[in-house]
């Protein structure tokens, strides 16, 4: 799969004119939306998961940071960025720091296994994975040691236990280097994955585009 992809057909860009002249698509990425919230009501909640609250302000800080990191992992334009974590304020984290960098998100379920993240973390042959060491009484980061070892692509595995202190130690994304990673609105952003119920999960690409207009 190679996530470097942006509209260039006639029925494509054709699609595109009319959604933006519709309203339904714009010229800015998620990140510059979230932060146009954050500038104006700063200190407004803007995420909250059953231990975790942050303001907009917190958040897109926060993103910033982990934007950074990922660079440091040597993610570029494009690359795939893999999750595997619960529902929490992690999620959106790690996406809004995918977009400033014009990584690619790929969202798995934590209750899927070796098959489902097999297939993905291949077919996509994403870089990066950050994940949670455990889902329940499974254990996460013993099945992702061992897809390592069978997926050359994969060249980091980040736990969710070491990452608020690399986020919390990590200047934040610049802006000469925001501006210099800024992606297209249209290009690909986001790995939208089927539920898996019936087989494999099944990946399409979006644009940040499409998936701001969901």
Do not use: Y
Request: hydrophobic share 45%; glycine share 6%; with cysteine.
């Amino acid at each position: 799969m190679d996530a470097r992809v942006r509209p260039d057909s006639k029925h494509d860009r054709a699609d595109a004119q009319r959604f933006r002249a519709l309203g339904v698509w714009g010229e800015q990425t998620l990140a510059e939306i979230v932060d146009g919230h954050a500038n104006r009501t700063p200190e407004k909640l803007a995420v909250a998961d059953a231990r975790t609250r942050w303001s907009s302000r917190e958040l897109t800080g926060n993103s910033r940071r982990l934007a950074r990191v990922l660079l440091e992992q040597d993610v570029r334009p494009g690359d795939v960025v893999a999750v595997q974590i619960p529902n929490s304020v992690l999620l959106p984290l790690v996406h809004l720091a995918c977009v400033r960098i014009g990584a690619v998100f790929l969202p798995m379920s934590s209750a899927w296994r070796r098959s489902e993240v097999h297939s993905l973390l291949t077919v996509t042959r994403a870089g990066v994975l950050i994940a949670a060491p455990r889902d329940g009484d499974f254990d996460l980061a013993g099945l992702h040691a061992q897809l390592r070892a069978e997926l050359p692509a994969l060249r980091e595995i980040v736990s969710t236990d070491v990452l608020p202190d690399l986020i919390a130690g990590t200047e934040p994304l610049c802006g000469e280097q925001a501006a210099a990673l800024r992606a297209d609105p249209n290009d690909v952003a986001h790995v939208m994955v089927s539920s898996g119920t019936t087989g494999a999960p099944k990946a399409s690409l979006w644009s940040g585009n499409n998936v701001v207009a969901m």
